[in-house]
T-cell receptor, first 115, second 113 residues
Framework: DADVTQTPRNRITKTGKRIMLECSQTKGHDRMYWYRQDPGLGLRLIYYSFDVKDINKGEISDGYSVSRQAQAKFSLSLESAIPNQTALYFC??????????????FGAGSRLTVL | GENVEQHPSTLSVQEGDSAVIKCTYSDSASNYFPWYKQELGKGPQLIIDIRSNVGEKKDQRIAVTLNKTAKHFSLHITETQPEDSAVYFCAASRTDSSYKLIFGSGTRLLVRP
C-alpha cells in the first residue's frame, strides 16, 4: 500500500459543484500539505497543517478549504468549483530528516477537471 | 517573497550524455535547495538536496551545485539513462520555514535511447 493515498485519482465535474479530495497517510507524519500542479507553473502550496488543530493557508488558498480529520487524514474541498481549478492536485506529508531538512512524501495525485 | 525560476522547460539528450538543469532564486535568506523527480503518473520524489553552507553535493550520477552569490543552483545528471526521463523540479526555502518550499516550474527531461 502507498504511504500517501489520494482519492479519487480522477474526477470530472461541472462548474458550481462541491468537490472533496481525500488524502490518508501511513507515514505517521504530523505535517500534511495540499499542492496544485499546473503546466508551466510547477507546484503551488494551497494549505498545510502541522497537526489536527493547526491549519494554515498557503500561496493560493482562495476558493479552497481543508479539514484535518485525524493525524492521518487531510481533505481538500472546493465549495463551488470553477474551470480554472482544473489541475493536478497532490497531497504530501513531511518529516524532518537527520539533517533537519523538511522532506516531502507525495501521493500519486488527483486529476480534477471542471467543465 | 521567494521566486524560483527554472530552465529549460524541456530538455532532450542522447543516452549517455549529461543533462544540466538550472534554477535561480530571489530570496537571499533561502538556504535549503531540494530537487524532486516526478515520473509519469506519480508524485514528485526527493532525489537530492543541498544547504547553503555547501557548494556541491554528489550522489552517484547526480550532483547539485550552488552559487550563493549569484543565487543559482543546478542539477547535473551524468551518463543519462532512459529511466532518468521525468519532470524535475527545483525548490528553495529557508530552513526555519522549510515547510514553505517554493518550487520552480519544472523541466521535462527526455533521454533518447
Amino acid at each position: 500500500d502507498a504511504d500517501v493515498t489520494q482519492t479519487p485519482r480522477n474526477r470530472i465535474t461541472k462548474t458550481g459543484k462541491r468537490i472533496m479530495l481525500e488524502c490518508s497517510q501511513t507515514k505517521g507524519h504530523d505535517r500534511m500539505y495540499w499542492y496544485r500542479q499546473d503546466p508551466g507553473l510547477g507546484l503551488r502550496l494551497i494549505y498545510y497543517s502541522f497537526d489536527v488543530k493547526d491549519i494554515n493557508k498557503g500561496e493560493i488558498s482562495d476558493g479552497y478549504s481543508v479539514s484535518r480529520q485525524a493525524q492521518a487524514k487531510f481533505s481538500l474541498s472546493l465549495e463551488s468549483a470553477i474551470p480554472n481549478q482544473t489541475a493536478l492536485y497532490f497531497c504530501a506529508t513531511s518529516d524532518l530528516n537527520r539533517a533537519g531538512a523538511n522532506v516531502l512524501t507525495f501521493g500519486a495525485g488527483s486529476r480534477l477537471t471542471v467543465l | 517573497g521567494e521566486n524560483v525560476e527554472q530552465h529549460p522547460s524541456t530538455l532532450s539528450v542522447q543516452e549517455g550524455d549529461s543533462a544540466v538543469i538550472k534554477c535561480t532564486y530571489s530570496d537571499s535568506a533561502s538556504n535549503y535547495f531540494p530537487w524532486y523527480k516526478q515520473e509519469l503518473g506519480k508524485g514528485p520524489q526527493l532525489i537530492i538536496d543541498i544547504r547553503s553552507n555547501v557548494g556541491e553535493k554528489k550522489d552517484q550520477r547526480i550532483a547539485v551545485t550552488l552559487n550563493k552569490t549569484a543565487k543559482h543552483f543546478s542539477l547535473h545528471i551524468t551518463e543519462t539513462q532512459p529511466e532518468d526521463s521525468a519532470v524535475y523540479f527545483c525548490a528553495a526555502s529557508r530552513t526555519d520555514s522549510s515547510y514553505k518550499l517554493i518550487f520552480g516550474s519544472g523541466t521535462r527531461l527526455l533521454v533518447r535511447p
